[in-house]
């Protein structure tokens, strides 16, 4: 089976700071994975996503996320923190075919403080 | 470009009173379709996903019911709401087929059942 690990419940961060937002995963092939922003009372946003190559993906709004097939994990850093960054935010996983739904983590809300 | 719509918005309605949610998505053809459900601002619970008319694939047991009636049309229904059934619900779609195919949310609707 797969599936994904948000350990954090909260991450908090003053503006300014660089951020992370922890992701690890359990699959039994190759991962695809993908992560989103939601917004109170807003749909999930896509952010970025990883297939394959380079480790480093870059996505949406500065936010970027390393793969590291070693340790199982897919973290989502921004170097400086906006305020506006607080949200909550999911990652999810693939490994089957196309027609299976993705599998989310349990979301990690994250506060940037001014 | 793509784009999906979830109606109404938000939905107040008694105990034991019937449900109909309706998702729709513009300017793709055969696309996949999933509804999810958000219990306080958190984690995301699959419901039902289809990858044609009238295919449907139930996640979990429940007071729920989804119908494909039209390619991009997906409709989630209850015959009698319960107070558990209180969330917030999410339409999603994706075109292509592969694992490595994005999942796109709509706004959402948010049902308060009393």
């Known amino acids: 089976a797969q599936s994904v690990a948000q350990p954090e419940d909260q991450v908090n961060v003053a503006e300014g700071n660089p951020l992370t937002v922890k992701c690890t995963y359990s699959?039994?092939?190759?991962?695809?994975l993908f992560w989103y922003v939601q917004y109170p009372n807003r749909g999930l946003q896509f952010l970025l996503k990883?297939?394959?190559?380079?480790?480093l993906v870059k996505g949406s709004y500065g936010f970027e996320a390393e793969f590291n097939k070693s340790q199982t994990s897919f973290h989502l850093k921004k170097p400086s923190a906006l305020v506006s960054d607080s949200a909550l935010y999911f990652c999810?996983?693939?490994?089957?075919?196309?027609?299976?739904?993705?599998?989310f983590g349990k979301g990690t809300r994250l506060s940037v403080i001014a | 470009s793509q784009t999906i719509h979830q109606w109404p918005a938000t939905l107040v309605q008694p105990v034991g009173s019937p449900l109909s949610l309706e998702c729709t998505v513009e300017?793709?053809?055969?696309?996949?379709l999933y509804w999810y459900r958000q219990a306080a601002g958190r984690g995301l619970q699959l419901l039902f996903y289809?990858?044609?008319?009238?295919?449907i694939s139930s996640e979990v047991p429940q007071n729920l019911s989804a119908s494909r009636p039209q390619d991009r049309q997906f409709i989630l229904s209850s015959k009698k709401l319960l107070l558990s059934d209180s969330g917030f619900y999410l339409c999603?779609?994706?075109?292509?087929?592969?694992?490595?195919?994005?999942?796109?949310f709509g706004p959402g609707t948010r049902l308060t059942v009393l």
């Open positions: 999603a779609w994706s075109v292509l087929r592969g694992s490595t195919d994005t999942q796109y």
């Open positions: 699959v039994s092939g190759n991962p695809y």
């Open positions: 990883y297939i394959t190559g380079d480790n």
């Open positions: 999810a996983v693939r490994v089957l075919s196309g027609n299976t739904p993705l599998v």
């Open positions: 300017g793709t053809s055969n696309p996949n």
């Open positions: 289809s990858v044609g008319i009238g295919q």
